[in-house]
């Protein structure tokens, strides 16, 4: 693959109020073996109490030593002493605090960082056969065989540069149409990205079915504040597009005339892609028919999914001979057997 044409994708971001929204995200997605369990450790804004205290007590020895004086010094000396005095404790406690905010701010985006962290490695950490394949291209093999593929043609097609070159197109369709995580799905010219759940798609199909809103003020009150929340996201999670995305020369399950086309562009490496695989698609597949059809294009993001190129190539050869879903559905399925293995290739 060539990976100049490969997408930064943004920085993790929490997930909206009607459900996971988490998209794929760069840095965590390399997880570490797991070590020992740390024990648990106290909120990082506690370590400003100890200076808090000592600088309340300090202001308590002056004050005292001040009203000491007070008795043999007259009242308006002492005044301005002691009002300056609680001005600064005044003014460094709320430095303290502002302080104290932004370390719990960081705290927070570093917990959510830790949970994609986490996500990550529990998918690697998945137990494989001891008898299962070893490399990459073993695995991908052993599904083509599986499928009853044929064997030649699937090498074949591997070997062949036009298979990446097809892979490559769909993934700067994706780019140019502004697609920056994945996965990322376009019903009709309605954008929205994350592995959200069923009930948004069930919202924008019966809002396309019914005559395709332009605004997101068109859509009923309880999902309004969602989709405006989605927009409001930088980069935007939600986006009313003035055309019809491209979905030309990609698989399709449903009539191609349907008049409500969901485009995905998804990376089979991608465990927020698998996630919304296993928890919405067999929703989506359910309405998939006259009305409703569904079509996938490749969207490998290879600078942090090494094994992502070959998965896409096994699934665009599977193509070839008329079992692409079938592949497509594997692929998924076993993500946490073949997305680890070394490709000796």
Same mark, same amino acid.
């Given at each position: 693959?060539?990976?100049?044409?490969? &997408?930064?994708?943004?920085?993790?971001?929490? #997930?909206?109020?009607?459900?996971?929204?988490?998209?794929?995200? &760069?840095?965590?997605?390399?997880?570490?073996?797991?070590?020992?369990?740390? &024990?648990?450790?106290?909120? *990082?804004?506690?370590?400003?109490?100890?200076?808090?205290?000592?600088?309340?007590?300090?202001?308590?020895?002056?004050?005292?030593?001040?009203?000491?004086?007070? $008795?043999?010094?007259?009242?308006?000396?002492?005044?301005?002493? @002691?009002?300056?005095?609680?001005?600064?404790?005044?003014?460094?406690?709320?430095?303290?605090?502002?302080?104290?905010?932004?370390?719990?701010?960081?705290?927070?985006? /570093?917990?959510?960082?830790?949970?994609?962290?986490? *996500?990550?490695?529990?998918?690697?950490?998945?137990?494989? %056969?001891?008898?299962?394949? $070893?490399?990459?291209?073993?695995?991908? %093999?052993?599904?083509?065989?599986? *499928?009853?593929?044929?064997?030649? $043609?699937?090498?074949?097609?591997?070997?062949?540069?036009?298979?990446?070159?097809?892979?490559?197109?769909? @993934?700067?369709?994706?780019?140019? @149409?502004?697609?920056?995580?994945?996965?990322?799905?376009?019903?009709?010219?309605?954008?929205?990205?994350?592995? =959200?759940?069923?009930?948004?798609?069930? /919202?924008?199909?019966?809002?396309?079915?019914?005559?395709?809103?332009?605004?997101?003020?068109?859509?009923?009150?309880?999902?309004?504040?969602?989709?405006? =929340? *989605?927009?409001? $996201?930088?980069?935007?999670?939600?986006?009313?597009?003035?055309?019809?995305?491209?979905?030309?020369?990609? &698989?399709?399950?449903?009539?191609?005339?349907?008049?409500?086309?969901?485009?995905?562009?998804?990376?089979?490496? +991608? #465990?927020?892609?698998?996630?919304?695989?296993?928890?919405?698609?067999?929703?989506?597949?359910?309405?998939?028919?006259?009305?409703?059809?569904?079509?996938?294009?490749?969207?490998?993001?290879?600078?942090?999914?090494?094994?992502?190129?070959?998965?896409?190539?096994?699934?665009? +050869?599977?193509?070839?001979?008329?079992?692409?879903?079938?592949?497509? %559905?594997?692929?998924?399925?076993?993500?946490?057997?073949?997305?680890?293995? #070394?490709?000796?290739?």
């Amino acid at each position: 693959m060539n990976e100049d044409a490969d &997408p930064q994708e943004p920085e993790a971001e929490p #997930p909206p109020t009607a459900g996971d929204a988490e998209r794929d995200t &760069p840095p965590s997605e390399r997880a570490a073996p797991p070590s020992e369990p740390e &024990p648990d450790r106290a909120p *990082l804004w506690t370590v400003f109490l100890l200076p808090i205290s000592v600088l309340v007590s300090a202001a308590v020895i002056v004050a005292a030593i001040l009203a000491a004086d007070a $008795r043999s010094a007259p009242a308006d000396s002492v005044t301005p002493a @002691l009002t300056d005095l609680t001005t600064a404790v005044g003014s460094l406690s709320a430095e303290v605090l502002a302080l104290s905010e932004e370390v719990e701010s960081l705290s927070a985006e /570093v917990e959510l960082l830790a949970m994609e962290v986490e *996500l990550s490695a529990a998918l690697d950490q998945t137990q494989v %056969d001891p008898s299962g394949p $070893r490399t990459l291209r073993q695995a991908l %093999d052993g599904y083509a065989a599986s *499928l009853d593929l044929d064997a030649a $043609r699937f090498d074949e097609c591997l070997a062949d540069d036009a298979t990446f070159d097809a892979i490559r197109a769909q @993934l700067q369709r994706g780019i140019d @149409l502004g697609v920056n995580g994945t996965p990322t799905f376009f019903v009709n010219n309605k954008m929205i990205s994350g592995a =959200q759940p069923a009930a948004l798609f069930a /919202v924008l199909i019966d809002a396309e079915l019914a005559g395709s809103p332009t605004r997101i003020e068109d859509y009923p009150d309880e999902y309004r504040e969602v989709f405006r =929340q *989605l927009a409001d $996201r930088d980069p935007p999670g939600f986006a009313i597009l003035l055309e019809h995305p491209d979905g030309s020369g990609a &698989p399709i399950e449903g009539s191609p005339d349907a008049p409500v086309m969901i485009v995905e562009f998804s990376d089979f490496q +991608c #465990p927020f892609c698998q996630r919304w695989y296993v928890d919405t698609l067999p929703e989506i597949r359910a309405l998939v028919g006259d009305d409703v059809a569904i079509t996938f294009l490749h969207f490998p993001l290879t600078r942090i999914h090494a094994n992502a190129a070959m998965a896409h190539a096994a699934a665009e +050869c599977a193509g070839s001979q008329g079992k692409f879903w079938e592949m497509h %559905d594997l692929l998924f399925e076993r993500q946490g057997e073949w997305s680890s293995l #070394p490709d000796v290739n």
